[in-house]
């Protein structure tokens, strides 16, 4: 070691510019090579089950996200301009190089088939925009009649309509998403409001506001930051140098995220808030140090101040560096690759911010000088009153301590069973911001914008020909958006047939049924491919008969409603399975119901994972197991307690939140060893219990709170975010690291303090 | 001798008329596809087509259909009796189509297990039929005058000789936007031909792949149309053809339909 600070104090000058020129480069790949990446597809472990059948129906049955513009005409839409703009735009949006011109659908596109005494008409609803009174009715009076366009195309009240365009995954881009938002812009005049949804669009707000709402919320975190650095060590010096470790990690990690040519994903935009929190403690933790030694040692050199600095703390900067890191490399479990990438550049940026801390700061203060305003106190005022107060009030109340903790334990297993996940995109959004009115607009009119895809299959061909089968799916249409609240629509080749009973039958009501005979079926489906557009019958069948796509609408994306219709279906397994019919499921919102899942099993994995391997190394650094396990006190109450505050107060575990845990741990641990470590030293140099308990809460205790004042400061900033995820995130982390250093400084010091001495 | 000079003299006409010949072999783009059209294909049909529908992913499904049809001066007439996959077997569809383009065609179709035949009118001539990828004007509905042709070049494909010809819809919003064919000369098939949609986007290639002589007719008997922004194949196999068979005028009636084969 001594050789070591010799090196820094020897020669600050060339490692300084050594770290610069490293920087430099970094920083350079970082501004040339950055790759946002917002395309959702890309976070899906694509060698799940789940995501392989998923895509492989997507592929057969041409399912694909929509776009939907709804074009709402208060006094109805049933006149030439507005028939006029639903073709005008139908049209353009066949023009777009980015849509498939099949895949756009509106009244103007729409097959509408008919019965008439004699036989079946296939016409589309217009094609030339009418302008007498009477083809309008008739064009009304067709929609009215036509289950498979009214209420789906046409909103009930007929002052809505739908231009729905599909597209594929590979699509969707900024640009993109603009036009569209502009295109439905320049239809608006003084009749006409437009609206945009669809799971594009929503995915597209998110990628598109993420990023632009960490770049505002960035700077700000850390001007709070530098408040309150500045304020807690009292110094313009070892503020700033504190603050250069943490621009100097983020730097670094993300330059070598660019340099190895891995995309920025949404969540790795939470980086540099987490290496901010981090990064900062180290400086503190050193300072702090430096701080009472120049204390008891006014006239100490700055080269004896820098060494008795480094001497002391490399130690636990170390040990909190490699718990914290660990913390977040246990990320690596999650099978998605996003969070793996976030885990592990946060833990190199986590090993960058001790490097820094250990050979930056130094090297800056051998160059800098070391702080001047340092006050020489006397042997009275060595400790502060309020450490020596605190751990008195602790060592007094031990069981008091205890039973509140073991209390507060049980809230919190009791909250976690509470806790909900949502896979919900919409719930990111402000409740009253544009993205989420529209959608509670269309959702309100038409039968939702989310679409759960159930596919249903069978090993014999035909089986989709079969009365029992197309009966039985029918049924279970009708049962699903009968019961479930949020399930709004449903489609499936049923209603192809039921609409074609009907209209073979001169439109009478009673024969809109699924027809008694397997030939009736078949012949009305060839009917049907010869009249109408197949296409739309391959979005529902396959060649073969034997796979079919069941589309139910849900008015809301959160996990719970598409839960309960996932239910509900389920419930007809036995059913279907009598008729040897297999039910599987597709789609996105499925696939985001999936992927939240496996977020939040791959966090409860890499929860248990670094909870292990800090006991382990708590163990090993301290070498002694009693610590390892008293070392993990603080960070499980506050993991528990987190995940149950959650429960309590209804916010759901999502992509965002879910990764708290790890933050909290990563931080929460570094209060615990820095704790640990100094009560190891301390237990040297007092003999009571007691002088033990106060000498390491004005040492480590001091620098803890700091820390946790900086580090709640800054994230308490995040909850003036426009996402309500990154303001729960900030909330919560706030709460978190308050949860940490209270559990550090009262349970932990009891358990402690219980604790034969150790070395 | 007045033989023997008549030949002469016919040599020599015919000799000098070589040039002119030639000229009179410059047809114009109308001209050529007016010859496709008005092709004789004998007065009726009757045969066994196999439609084989192949979608992006290589699912295949196959239709077999026994065909008869007849002109009668300015009107066709065409029953189809189904005769594969079985449980659409003896549905049955007529249809009536008119020199006339101003004329819709008349259709109709039978359901066996409906019981009821029921008139389908259908507003546009672009659509699909039965699923394949050829629009009824594609199977030779499409009367010339409704077009603008151009003869582009004389070139050989497949060891054919073969016109070139573009053809421009003179209607407004017609599915195409252009089409053109490979004419074989002589023989007055469309060996080729190339379709373009709305947006002047290459939507579909029509591909003769065979056809045979009956009663010194030509007749088209493999051809294979691929629409290549789909990526989506029919196979169209026409076989058992008995021209000029003699069918009955009054063959073509919705109780026809009914009686199935």
């Known amino acids: 070691m001594n050789t070591f600070i010799k090196f820094l104090t020897k020669y600050p000058w060339p490692i300084l510019l050594g770290i610069l020129a490293v920087t430099v480069f970094l920083f350079i790949e970082m501004s040339a090579n950055s790759r946002m990446e917002t395309d959702l597809d890309e976070y899906m472990p694509q060698d799940h089950p789940a995501f392989v059948y998923s895509d492989s129906a997507e592929a057969m049955f041409n399912i694909k996200d929509g776009i939907i513009i709804a074009i709402e005409n208060k006094d109805g839409i049933y006149n030439p301009q507005t028939l006029g703009k639903i073709k005008k735009l139908t049209e353009d949006l066949q023009q777009m190089k980015q849509i498939e011109k099949g895949d756009v659908t509106s009244l103007y596109t729409a097959d509408n088939i008919i019965g008439t005494e004699t036989g079946l008409d296939v016409t589309s609803f217009y094609e030339e925009v009418p302008e007498s009174s009477d083809k309008l009715k008739s064009i009304r009076q067709s929609v009215r009649t036509n289950e498979m366009v009214y209420e789906r195309i046409v909103s009930e009240d007929e002052t809505v309509s739908v231009v729905i365009a599909e597209i594929g995954d590979d699509v969707f881009s900024m640009e993109f998403y603009h036009e569209i938002l502009d295109l439905a812009d320049s239809y608006e005049n003084a009749n006409h409001t437009l609206y945009v949804a669809g799971t594009p669009i929503v995915e597209g707000t998110m990628a598109y506001l993420g990023p632009k709402d960490m770049k505002k ?123 793996k990438y976030f885990g592990l550049f946060t833990a190199f940026g986590v090993m960058a911010a001790m490097f820094f801390s250990l050979v930056f700061i130094p090297v800056g203060l051998m160059i800098f000088n070391k702080p001047k305003n340092v006050k020489a106190k006397g ?104 019961s479930v609240k949020d399930a709004g629509n449903s489609f499936s080749l049923a209603d192809y047939l039921e609409r074609m009973n009907k209209v073979m039958h001169a439109d009478k009501e009673e024969y809109n049924r699924i027809p008694d005979s397997h030939n009736l079926n078949a012949q009305y489906l060839l009917l049907y491919e010869m009249s109408g557009d197949p296409d739309n019958l391959w979005e529902v069948v396959n060649y073969d008969y034997n796979k079919a796509n069941l589309n139910i609408q849900i008015k809301e994306d959160d996990s719970k409603s598409l839960k309960a219709v996932l239910d509900e279906v389920r419930s007809y397994k036995d059913e279907f399975s009598d008729l040897n ?139 003036f975010s426009v996402f309500p995820p990154n303001r729960a995130l900030g909330a919560l982390v706030s709460f978190n690291m308050f949860t940490s250093f209270v559990g550090t400084i009262t349970i932990m010091l009891v358990l402690l303090h219980w604790k034969k001495k150790f070395k | 001798m007045l033989r023997k000079n008549l030949k002469f003299r016919n040599i020599i006409l015919l000799l000098l008329l070589i040039p002119f010949m030639s000229n009179a072999q410059n047809l114009t783009g109308k001209e050529i596809i007016e010859k496709v059209y008005y092709r004789d294909d004998g007065d009726d049909r009757r045969g066994k087509l196999t439609m084989t529908l192949i979608n992006s992913r290589g699912d295949q499904r196959v239709r077999e259909i026994k065909q008869f049809d007849k002109d009668f001066g300015k009107e066709e007439k065409k029953i189809m009796f189904f005769l594969s996959p079985a449980d659409v077997r003896n549905t049955s569809f007529m249809n009536w189509s008119y020199d006339d383009p101003a004329k819709d065609d008349d259709q109709w179709i039978y359901l066996p297990a409906l019981g009821k035949v029921k008139r389908i009118s259908s507003d546009s001539k672009d659509d699909y039929f039965m699923g394949s990828d050829f629009t009824y004007d594609d199977l030779g509905d499409r009367h010339p005058d409704e077009d603008t042709h151009k003869l582009l070049r004389e070139e050989t494909v497949d060891g054919e000789e073969c016109y070139v010809v573009e053809s421009m819809p003179k209607e407004d919003g017609y599915m195409y936007s252009k089409t053109v064919t490979w004419v074989i000369k002589d023989k007055w098939i469309g060996l080729q031909k190339k379709f373009y949609d709305e947006d002047g986007d290459y939507l579909k290639i029509l591909n003769v792949k065979d056809y045979k002589k009956y009663d010194g007719i030509l007749v088209i008997t493999h051809s294979e149309m691929h629409n290549v922004q789909k990526d989506h194949k029919t196979v169209m196999k026409y076989k058992d053809i008995e021209l000029n068979a003699g069918i009955d005028s009054g063959y073509f009636t919705e109780r026809m339909m009914t009686r199935g084969l």
């Open chain 1, 217 to 339: 919320m960035v700077p700000i975190v850390i001007l709070v930051i530098i408040i309150v650095l500045y304020v807690t060590l009292r110094n313009t010096k070892t503020t700033i140098l504190t603050l250069l470790v943490v621009i100097l990690s983020v730097i670094w990690a993300f330059g070598l995220m660019a340099w190895l040519g891995i995309s920025i994903y949404a969540v790795t935009t939470m980086m540099p808030v987490m290496l901010i929190a981090i990064g900062v403690a180290d400086g503190i933790h050193l300072f702090n140090h430096m701080y009472l030694y120049l204390q008891e040692h006014p006239e100490a050199s700055r080269k004896d101040a820098i060494s008795d600095m480094v001497r002391n703390m490399w130690k636990p900067v170390a040990m909190t560096s490699v718990t914290t890191s660990v913390g977040f490399v246990s990320l690596l479990a999650s099978e998605v690759y996003p969070i």
């Open chain 1, 379 to 482: 042997e009275s005022e060595k400790h502060h009153p309020l450490a020596h107060k605190i751990s008195k009030w602790v060592l007094q109340h031990k069981i008091l301590v205890v039973v509140l903790s073991v209390l507060i334990i049980g809230i919190g297993i009791y909250g976690t069973q509470k806790v909900w996940i949502n896979s919900s995109f919409l719930d990111k959004f402000e409740d009253d911001s544009d993205i989420v009115q529209t959608d509670n607009f269309i959702n309100k009119k038409f039968g939702g914008t989310t679409t759960l895809n159930v596919i249903l299959s069978a090993e014999r061909k035909d089986a989709f020909k079969e009365p029992e089968v197309l009966k039985l799916m029918s049924k279970m249409q009708g049962d699903v958006v009968a």
């Open chain 1, 581 to 719: 019919v297999d039910i599987n499921f597709a789609g996105s919102g499925y696939t985001a119901l999936v992927f939240t899942d496996l977020i939040l099993e791959g966090q409860i994995k890499s929860l248990v994972i670094t909870l292990i391997i800090i006991i382990v190394l708590l163990s090993l650094m301290f070498r002694q197991v009693s610590i390892g396990f008293i070392g993990a006190v603080p960070i499980s109450i506050t993991a528990v307690l987190s995940f149950g505050v959650m429960g309590l107060l209804n916010i759901p575990l999502s992509t965002t939140t879910a990764l708290l845990a790890s933050i909290a741990i990563g931080i929460g641990i570094d209060y615990a060893v820095h704790f640990i470590e100094r009560y190891r030293i301390s237990q040297k140099t007092h003999k009571d219990r007691l002088s033990v308990a106060t000498a390491t809460m004005n040492h480590s205790g001091r620098a803890i709170l700091f820390n946790a004042v900086v580090v709640i400061a800054g994230f308490l900033v995040l909850t």
